[in-house]
């Protein structure tokens, strides 16, 4: 298999290929890993039970993939991923937020899938084969799991698609089995020990929602893009995608969140994870248990590792996608290392998640309202621009940025920011909130309301240098 040559260019219709299944199987192959099932665990160690936990998460995750599966329709319509797409908003040199967004999103979540997978994997070695659980050890583990990440990111998304159709089978049955491992010291009851982190039930039960749920779905917020341009609008329609965007969401967060709580569970695991899941487990089931630490943590941290090198790609034209990649692995394998031995587990996911979403939230809000406005048509060519060096089309607004939208989503994320509450840092609108972190719903409402009202007046109007728009299947109707 070729390595991809293509980076943030748009992807001719021959070349579109994938479909509606495709995208099933990366966002549920790709998604069952430690990396993902470790958030299931944060509810209880917030101090819930079983069914505030389950409730949190569902709640959170079926909250977000409405808000996020709308953008899997941009890069259907524009061919190239969302960060370069969002340039029809921001203009041209504007999307460079969407990137930024988008490559320390991705950055995070990458560094998380190694640092826990690893984590895993020395704790079974050390069971199965006596190895040292040290610095060392756990060191060696985190770049033997980067390295293999790397070679998946730089061969690209055919690569990447083929492991998640496996990965989607092989997990699964994993998981599976999983359930019945820990069935034996399963109860209801959270981790002793662990009072509610907030000090009362419905505030840490909102952050569980956020921290937890919704974090999930908010983290593709620009990672739809690199999947959907590879399906073609001639072929499948909107509704058919935005379907299989949804389905594959909701399987590939909820399925392993919820493992994760139910092992937290079984597990008595407080304030880690790693160690408990490890120490929990039965002998028989150690050897599943590195297999899925292995393998599902290169499947999904290569997709993270490719989006950021795409990301990275369009901050920096010059730079070929592959080479992007391998520059954004080294940085990503140093955020482990920091993590590892410097940072507190739960403080650290936490602060992040909720940090992110508070600052990614308006940018997919102006994003959608925008594809709303010009109905899905946008000049494929006119995104370029930035990419060629070059000047002018219909997106080049002032200067290549699209003043208003900057400006909205500024004040969006400066109002998310300021009403995030964490074990380590409470921002002062919470006051006006009771304490119940609502710094997605702010950030998202200020975000989008702002640019409605900065860009009133041009709001009906689509740039003339704009395509026709591409006509649905037959299919679309029935």
């Known amino acids: 298999m070729a390595i991809e040559q293509r980076g943030v260019d748009t992807i001719p219709d021959e070349e579109r290929t994938s479909g509606p299944r495709d995208l099933v199987s990366l966002l549920l192959g790709s998604n069952l890993c430690l990396g993902v099932i470790v958030f299931g665990w944060l509810p209880p160690s917030f101090g819930l039970g079983l069914w505030p936990s389950v409730t949190a998460v569902v709640a959170g995750t079926v909250v977000g993939i409405a808000v996020t599966a709308p953008l899997a329709l941009v890069s259907l319509r524009t061919a190239t991923n969302l960060s370069t797409s969002s340039g029809a908003q921001f203009g041209v040199r504007g999307r ?49 799991l980067a390295a293999c990440t790397v070679v998946g990111a730089v061969f690209g998304y055919r690569l990447l698609l083929r492991m998640s159709k496996v990965l989607s089978v092989g997990m699964t049955l994993l998981l599976a089995l999983g359930f019945l491992a820990y069935a034996g010291d399963f109860t209801t009851a959270a981790p002793p020990d662990t009072p509610y982190l907030l000090g009362s039930f419905w505030p840490t039960w909102v952050l569980a929602a956020v921290a937890a749920g919704l974090s999930g779905p908010v983290a593709f917020i620009t990672l739809l893009g690199d999947y959907t341009r590879y399906i073609s609008p001639r072929r499948h329609s909107s509704r058919k995608v935005f379907w299989a965007t949804c389905l594959g969401l909701l399987l590939g967060l909820l ?9 937290a569970l079984a597990a008595r695991a407080g304030l880690d994870y790693a160690g408990p899941l490890v120490e929990a ?13 292995s393998a599902g943590s290169v499947g999904n941290a290569g997709l993270m590792l490719y989006s950021m090198g795409l990301d990275l790609d369009a901050i920096l034209p010059k730079a070929t996608r592959a080479k ?3 520059v954004v692995a080294v940085v990503a394998t140093v955020f482990v290392f920091l993590g590892a031995y410097t940072w507190d587990v739960q403080s650290a996911m936490t602060s992040f998640v909720l940090l992110l979403t508070a600052i990614g939230t308006p940018w997919a809000v102006i994003t959608l309202i925008g594809y709303r406005r010009c109905r899905g048509v946008y000049d494929a060519d006119a995104l370029q621009v930035f990419n060629r060096r070059s000047v002018g089309g219909a997106y080049w607004y002032t200067n290549g940025w699209n003043i208003p939208a900057t400006v909205a989503w500024a004040i969006g994320a400066g109002v998310g920011l300021l009403a995030v509450s964490t074990s380590v840092y409470e921002g002062p609108l919470l006051a006006l909130t009771g304490g119940v972190d609502c710094s997605f719903v702010l950030s998202g409402l200020v975000g989008g309301l702002a640019y409605l009202l900065l860009t009133a007046r041009s709001s009906g109007k689509v740039p003339a240098a704009v395509a026709e728009p591409v006509a649905e299947p037959a299919e679309s109707a029935a």
């Open 96 to 144: 460079l937020v969407g990137s930024i967004v988008g490559l320390l999103l991705a950055l995070g979540y990458t560094a998380l899938t190694l640092w826990i997978g690893g984590d895993v994997m020395v704790g079974t070695l050390s069971r199965l084969v006596g190895l040292p659980d040290s610095g060392l050890t756990r060191g060696l583990m985190y770049g033997i």
């Open 255 to 263: 399925v392993p969140q919820l493992f994760g709580t139910y092992t």
């Open 281 to 293: 487990s039965p002998v028989w089931y150690l050897a599943p248990l590195l297999l899925a630490a």
């Open 324 to 326: 992007a990649t391998l």
